[in-house]
C-alpha cells in the first residue's frame, strides 16, 4: 500500500507567547524550578527555530524574535504562578507602615 505524498507544512504559524505559557505552566505543575524552565524555553526556541530555518531559512532577527517572544512569555507567566499575593504586599508595602 503506497502512501500519497503530503502537501509540505510551510504556512503554519506558531502562537509564540501561547507556547512559552505553556512551558511555564508545565514546568510549574510538575515541580520543577526556574532553572528547568530556561532549559524548556531555550529548548522550544531551538525547536521553531530549526524548523523555520529548514522550511526556508530565516534572518537572524527573526529567529531572535522566536526566543525572545517564548522567553518573556515563559518567564511572565512564570512570575505569575510563583509570586505568593503575601510577599507582593510585603514589597509593596511602606516600609513605614502607612501604605
Known sequence: MSKSPEAPVTSIVPD???IGWQIA???????EGAAKLLDYLQGAAYAIGFSIWKEGGASRGQ???????????????????????????????????RA
Open 63 to 97: 529567529m531572535h524574535y522566536v526566543a525572545e517572544t517564548i522567553a518573556q512569555a515563559g518567564k511572565a507567566r512564570w512570575v505569575e504562578l510563583t509570586m505568593d499575593p503575601a510577599f507582593i504586599a510585603f514589597l509593596s508595602a511602606d516600609p513605614e507602615g
Open 16 to 18: 509564540l507567547q501561547f
Open 25 to 31: 505552566e508545565q514546568t510549574f505543575s510538575d515541580g
